[in-house]
């Protein structure tokens, strides 16, 4: 169901970390359902924190995941079909209708020719011990050129954990939030003192100093939860929403703040 790069191929990130520090991710994986299990078992079972490609891959059927076809799916299949017409790489911002945070969450939908963007889920957690964790996964941009990586692989890209601070995770146009590290800097401004909305703030902000006449070109959105439980987002454009659970609310969908309005 994921969404093929510009060769037709779905190619899979994912990647989780504990509240010791333990990591493991995985990138360019093809034909295996869940790439975030194959992570955790990455983060379990090997002294590395990543594998990629084929590797990747040998590892996981060495540890029981069952090889895909690699078909597309009917949509998925429709919508490349759709696109080889132009062969034109022209994300939409905000096309995926994200629910990011807690649980961070962009879903495809049924779209217009090349309209498919990001599917990426994020989620962080703070369990009843007071230990957080997290994990990212994606199929990365549709059409993408065939081995782009983004950011939900990448430990203090499209995730991070301190268990001494907080959690952060992003969705969005990964190449950005990898130029600044981006979950790390969420993390690390907390550490500093700041709210989770405050940091992910400034991450935005650090963005828009980078190349500010490139900032309505890309959407990208920070989740963070700090150690106490508190949580928050923000985002360069507005549309980042992210569902949050906790045993009193049962889960409710919010709105992010965005530096730029409607």
Not at 52 to 65: I, M, P, S, T
Not at 104 to 118: R, T, V, Y
Not at 119 to 148: E, N, V, W, Y
Request: aromatic fraction near 6%; proline fraction near 3%; hydrophobic fraction near 35%.
């Amino acid at each position: 169901g994921g969404n093929p790069d510009r060769d037709g191929f779905v190619t899979l990130d994912a990647c989780i970390m504990d509240e010791k520090y333990n990591c493991g991710s995985v990138a360019f994986l093809q034909k295996i359902k869940n790439p975030i299990s194959v992570a955790r078992k990455v983060m379990d079972m090997t002294p590395h924190v990543m594998l990629v490609g084929e590797g990747a891959y040998q590892f996981a059927l060495e540890n029981g995941f069952e090889a895909e076809s690699g078909n597309l799916s009917d949509d998925a299949k429709n919508e490349y079909q759709k696109w080889l017409r132009t062969s034109e790489y022209k994300p939409v911002m905000n096309i995926e209708h994200k629910q990011s945070g807690f649980q961070s969450q962009s879903a495809p939908a049924k779209l217009n020719s090349g309209e498919i963007n990001h599917d990426t889920m994020g989620i962080i957690a703070l369990d009843d011990h007071g230990d957080l964790s997290g994990s990212c996964t994606t199929s990365g941009m549709g059409f993408k050129m065939h081995g782009r990586v983004g950011d939900s692989p990448i430990i203090g890209g499209g995730l991070y954990v301190d268990n001494e601070i907080g959690a952060a995770t992003s969705s969005g146009q990964g190449e950005e939030v990898i130029r600044i590290c981006g979950t790390h800097l969420v993390v690390e401004m907390m550490r500093m003192g700041k709210n989770p909305e405050e940091a992910c703030k400034i991450a935005i902000e650090r963005l828009l100093k980078i190349n500010p006449e490139k900032a309505n070109e890309f959407q990208v959105g920070f989740l963070a939860l700090n150690k106490n439980g508190e949580h928050g987002a923000y985002s360069m454009h507005p549309g980042f929403t992210y569902s949050m659970t906790d045993n009193d609310s049962g889960g409710i969908v919010i709105k992010a703040n965005s530096h730029f309005s409607i």
